[in-house]
């Protein structure tokens, strides 16, 4: 697996021309190891509810030399009844079709999800998008880290049709730092582990893949406890941890375009 070299390219357009002009545009080359406000921002002060049991504090997101951690950890708060701190990292921009790609190592706890993902809802609508929930996943489930969940959903506020794939890796990605990407297009999405192909849906009339001209999309990473009411998806979640948990993120790398090429 190739690391991308240690540069930030923040909402600078760079046109990559071959013989058949321009192919894609390089929007975000980002290392995170230090925040760039002008590209992310942080939540910070609230909850999302059921199943999340956690409330979002911009503390919990800390950056140095490696890239990023998102930390989970138990500290109660007067204002909330979440007594576990999370982070949750949010573009500003909201992104049309192209790649997304990021190096992690998520959480191996029982309970706990740590995810890179592509997302629009009622909430994080962007201009001209039609305010319903659209997303592109990748998870992992903390009681088995050799296991990737991928996921979409289209314009679907209900959050019933989901479409979970199950990718069993060779590996332990807990242990060590993978690149994982996905390509989004009109015509389909491919979700890529260290650059290789992994699984592919088509959109079809009858099970259409979300479209950029119904919104485009934010580009986000969390982690989260789940509620003991979904245990049996991520396992549970035990709610007397003292300890930091850590997800590792690094070299997040954003290019629109439907020709964009995922790294190798």
Known sequence: MSSLPTLKL????????????????????DPLTSFDHKTWWKSDGWSNGFPFNNR?????IRNNTNGMQIVLFKEPAEYSNYAFSSGELRSHDFYSY??????????????????????????DTPDGGNGKHNEIDIEFLGNNTN??????????????????????????????FHRYGIKWT??????????????????????????????KLRVMANVWPTDTAIANWAGEFDTSTESELIARYKNIRIQEGKNCKITH
Do not use: R
């Open 56 to 60: 979002w504090e911009a503390t919990s």
């Open 98 to 123: 192209g790649c997304f790609e990021v190096e992690m190592k998520p959480i191996a706890k029982p309970g706990v999800i740590s995810s890179f993902f592509l997302f629009a809802g009622p909430f």
């Open 147 to 176: 296991i990737l969940q991928l996921n979409f959903w289209t314009n679907d506020n209900s959050y019933i049709q989901s479409h979970e794939k199950l990718i069993y890796l060779n590996f332990d990605a807990s242990t060590d």
């Open 10 to 29: 923040s909402l600078l357009s760079i046109a990559i021309v071959g013989s058949w002009g321009v192919i894609a545009s390089e929007k975000i080359l």
């Open 186 to 215: 009109k015509k389909y999405i491919q979700w890529f582990i260290d650059g290789e192909i992994v699984h592919q849906v088509n959109n079809t009339q009858s099970d259409p893949i979300p479209s950029s001209q119904d919104s």
